[in-house]
């Protein structure tokens, strides 16, 4: 009952906007807590609006279930074009498929490529996995214990884990003595949980914590300034969170991240859309932004 009566909802917005000769575009994720995710889905609404498109937002909160049964809701309100946010379209394939073969055009940020999908627009995630790994290593002489947190659900961040595994064959006296599979939502404070106990199980052999992205540091750093706050822990991420950004700039444990540029992929993925609704084909299937590392020294900041 739910479910048909948000379709029905969705159908009377897609109604009001067609009389105004809008473009609907139905904006779905199951993770807009994050900030990231947060952050291109408000760049990609002003793109919209500039745009003149009615864009809808829904957020399932981690409900994989309910992404897959909104996607069936705005597929049969006939929307004009469904953009998915930091999701793998694999996971709800069979809605993705039937969106495209109804005509209605899938573009996905921060995702990846599937079949039914005309664009994503990321990172190359296997490179920020590298350059998380490279610096890490480096800081630590490559030679150390780390902790993983990883999110394999992720199709970006399960990237980021495969190049983290290519380093580690490359570095043999880098060892990983503790992983965990992150819950989402609510990365900071099940990071910080995780943290807390493997400074009590394990805190003198941890030398730096691996973070798939920079909320599980963040968590990290919070336990680590509670419990140990002289530890030489180093802890790294990705994205260029900027909280985590500040705590580098404080000289926190955190020592680097690397660094998305989430509006360029919010921005990448209106464009696209634009050429698709005007007909045209994506030059590419994916397309990548840019990303930097982000350190004390880049920062101009110099730390004890």
Not at 141 to 153: D, E, L, M, P, R
């Amino acid at each position: 009952m739910r479910a048909s009566l948000y379709a029905l909802a969705f159908a009377g917005l897609v109604a009001t906007a067609s009389a105004a000769s809008a473009v609907d575009i139905a904006v779905l994720t199951p993770y807009q807590s994050s900030v990231a995710t947060n952050q291109m889905i408000k760049v990609f609404e002003d793109k919209a609006r500039a745009a003149g498109w009615n864009a809808t937002v829904v957020d399932t909160r981690g409900d994989m279930g309910q992404l897959a049964s909104r996607i069936e809701d705005v597929t049969a309100a006939k929307v004009g074009a469904i953009v998915l946010v930091s999701v793998d379209p694999k996971q709800i394939q069979d809605q993705v498929s039937a969106a495209a073969a109804a005509g209605i055009p899938v573009v996905t940020i921060d995702g990846a490529t599937a079949p039914g999908v005309a664009l994503n627009v990321t990172s190359d995630n296997f490179e920020l996995g590298t350059k998380l790994s490279d610096f890490l290593f480096d800081k630590l002489g490559h030679k150390g214990n780390i902790v993983k947190f990883y999110y394999s659900a992720h199709p970006g961040v399960h990237q980021r884990e495969l190049a983290l595994d290519a380093a580690l064959k490359k570095n043999p006296d880098i060892k990983v003595i503790a992983e965990h599979y992150m819950v989402v939502p609510g990365p900071i404070d099940d990071a910080r949980k995780t943290t807390e106990d493997l400074l009590k199980s394990q805190g003198d052999q941890i030398d730096a914590v691996w973070a798939a992205w920079d909320e599980p540091a963040i968590g990290a750093e919070l336990a680590i300034e509670a419990d140990k706050p002289d530890s030489k822990i180093i802890i790294a991420g990705i994205d260029g969170n900027p909280q985590a950004v500040e705590l580098i700039k404080s000289c926190s444990h955190i020592k680097g991240t690397v660094s998305q540029d989430f509006d360029a992929m919010a921005g990448l993925a209106a464009d696209g859309l634009t050429k698709i609704l005007a007909g045209q084909k994506p030059e590419k299937a994916e397309l990548y932004a840019p990303a930097k590392l982000i350190t004390p020294e880049t920062l101009g900041v110099t730390c004890p």
